[in-house]
């Protein structure tokens, strides 16, 4: 079982916008970090976003994403949603959530990914 799932990615057009979800099943999903990261084709995967558990007070963001990315989460649904504007078509990757422990943007400290969501962006 897959302990996340992403949805919402697709193709868009440069300028637009498109949200990421990132669902999961397991209930103490609430308490963990959650982030997005990305990874684009011969390119590592690089952060993108992540917000602390529970209301999610404290977020943090690539300076790639500052003032066109929002990370949010509705603990009722266990979803953390990735909402993506004034898309460029250097946004275009794979997209990846993960739960954490940790509050922090280094990958090797998530240990829960999803599959992963396409994002291409056109120009």
């Known amino acids: 079982q897959v302990p996340l799932v992403e949805s919402g990615g697709g193709l868009v057009q440069a300028g637009g916008s498109l949200r990421l979800s990132c669902a999961a099943s397991w209930a103490t999903f609430n308490s963990y970090t959650v982030g997005w990261f990305r990874q684009a084709p011969g390119k590592e995967r690089e952060f993108v976003a992540t917000i602390m558990p529970w209301s999610g007070g404290s977020t943090r963001y690539a300076d790639s994403v500052k003032g066109r990315f929002t990370i949010s989460r509705d603990n009722t649904k266990l979803t953390v949603y990735l909402q993506m504007n004034s898309l460029k078509p250097e946004d275009t990757a794979v997209y990846y959530c993960?739960?954490?422990?940790?509050?922090?943007?280094?990958?090797?400290?998530?240990?829960?990914w999803g599959q992963g969501t396409q994002v291409t962006v056109s120009s």
């Open positions: 993960a739960a954490s422990s940790y509050f922090n943007a280094r990958a090797e400290d998530y240990d829960y």
